[in-house]
């Protein structure tokens, strides 16, 4: 079977609390800085600077190699 997700790939599952207030470009980089917690502390910070109109819920997902 082949692979859905290679090692190294991020997975964001998100709320719409976060892609209604950031655009997809600015979600991309941030989604794109350090390791998995660290990007999920950015982007919350960054939504959160606003007022919010919803809820946020963000969860980051790091790949890794298969064992065996």
Known sequence: AEAILDAGDRLLLCSDG????L??????????T??????????LQ?????????????VVVDAQPAAG
């Open 34 to 43: 350090g390791d998995a917690v660290s990007a999920v502390e950015t982007l």
């Open 46 to 58: 960054h939504v959160l600077r606003g007022e919010a109109a919803d809820n946020v819920t963000v």
């Open 23 to 32: 655009s997809t470009q600015r979600i991309t980089e941030l989604l794109c």
């Open 18 to 21: 976060l892609y209604r207030e």
